[in-house]
């Protein structure tokens, strides 16, 4: 089961370079998540979406955009990086049904330095 | 807004010992509640959860329940392993109705470090 896919795994880049982590998931899940983990702290939520063509700020949006063309995509687009955004990016997914007990997927994160 | 408060780490046991990680919650509603677990160099993965008062998750000798009175949702496990070494994470989502998309509040995570 591929499950959650994201790439890259890790990432150097300079500041002021854009880059986009890409996220695709094989479940068939309409919710989609991007987190972001400093260390010694939780996840932070920078964009979700519920579905195909809709997306929403989290708790840490500034600085990123995403977009969902499909279902299975969910890329993260950094503009003009700054070391601030050095951290460990996960992406995540979820059925929208069942309430709010469903469990979360995640990917298994990609590193991003920012020099 | 919500929150999650966990105690602070690094929170190290003797193999056996036993395993208390306290977690509090600030939520207006009814929100689930699970315990997430991040083994060194990988993502999160789901432990247990609780959907709704007195539940009780339990999951690979872990156990925690749901308790809206105190608003807590403590982690235990009777015997510890070294391969329970990892950082586990207590999260709330939103109850539903409240505008869709599950979306996880993370308390800052327990590293759990387990000696031989």
């Known amino acids: 089961n591929a499950g959650v896919t994201q790439t890259p795994k890790f990432r150097i880049l300079k500041i002021g370079q854009s880059m986009t982590l890409q996220c695709t998931q094989d479940?068939?899940?309409?919710?989609m998540y991007w987190y972001r983990q400093d260390p010694g702290m939780g996840l932070k939520l920078i964009y979700y979406?519920?579905?195909?063509?809709?997306?929403d700020k989290g708790e840490v949006p500034n600085g990123y955009n995403v977009s969902r063309s499909t279902t299975e995509d969910f890329p993260l687009r950094l503009e003009l990086a700054a070391p601030s955004q050095t951290s460990v990016y996960f992406c995540?997914?979820?059925?929208?049904?069942?309430?709010?007990?469903?469990?979360?997927?995640f990917g298994e994160g990609s590193w991003l330095t920012v020099v | 807004g919500n929150s999650v408060t966990q105690m602070e780490g690094p929170v190290t046991l003797s193999e056996e010992a036993f395993l208390t990680i306290n977690c509090t919650y600030t939520?207006?509603?009814?929100?689930?509640l699970f315990w997430y677990v991040q083994y060194p160099g990988e993502g999160l993965q789901l432990l247990l959860k609780?959907?709704?008062?007195?539940d009780k998750g339990s999951n690979k000798g872990f156990e925690a329940t749901y308790r809206k009175e105190t608003t807590s949702f403590h982690l235990e496990k009777g015997s510890v392993q070294v391969s329970d070494s990892a950082v586990y994470f207590c999260?709330?989502?939103?109850?539903?109705?409240?505008?869709?998309?599950?979306?996880?509040?993370f308390g800052t995570g327990t590293q759990l470090k387990v000696e031989l």
């Open positions: 995540a997914s979820s059925y929208s049904t069942g309430g709010s007990g469903n469990t979360i997927y």
């Open positions: 609780a959907t709704k008062a007195d």
């Open positions: 939520a207006t509603g009814y929100p689930s």
């Open positions: 999260a709330l989502s939103d109850p539903p109705d409240t505008g869709g998309g599950n979306k996880l509040t």
């Open positions: 979406s519920v579905g195909a063509g809709i997306t």
């Open positions: 479940m068939n899940h309409n919710y």
